[in-house]
Nanobody, 121 residues
Framework: QVHLVESGGGLVQPGGSLRLSCAASGSILSINAMDWYRQVPGKERELVATIGRGNNTSYAASVKGRFSISRDNADNTVYLQMNSLKPEDTAVYYC???????????????WGQGTQVTVSS
């Protein structure tokens, strides 16, 4: 029973900061990439940041220089540090992981439930 549990969302003023956390739990053999996505109602879900097993990272142009993704392999947790937040960052943020559960041979996608981030004065 593998699942992703997110936390850290909330309301913040423009220019403020939030840190999102997502912990993968259950019987896991290995985790490949862990990502953060976000989605605004009526729009497609977009990739915000990714981090691989070798700590290689990439970011959407709209958040580069403001957001930072990191990974704690011991806890199977991915973080998204969000600084200098703007109203256009308002969205539901979703954690995503590609991982291999114990007892299985393939790599499978798992999503968190989503956490609301609202940037407003």
């Amino acid at each position: 029973q593998v699942h992703l549990v997110e936390s850290g969302g909330g309301l913040v003023q423009p220019g403020g900061s939030l840190r999102l956390s997502c912990a993968a739990s259950g019987s896991i053999l290995s985790i490949n990439a862990m990502d953060w996505y976000r989605q605004v109602p009526g729009k497609e879900r977009e990739l915000v940041a990714t981090i691989g097993r070798g700590n290689n990272t990439s970011y959407a142009a709209s958040v580069k220089g403001r957001f930072s993704i990191s990974r704690d392999n011991a806890d199977n947790t991915v973080y998204l540090q969000m600084n200098s937040l703007k109203p256009e960052d308002t969205a539901v943020y979703y954690c995503f992981a590609r991982l291999t559960p114990r007892g299985m041979s393939g790599v499978y996608p798992y999503w968190g439930q989503g956490t609301q981030v609202t940037v407003s004065s």
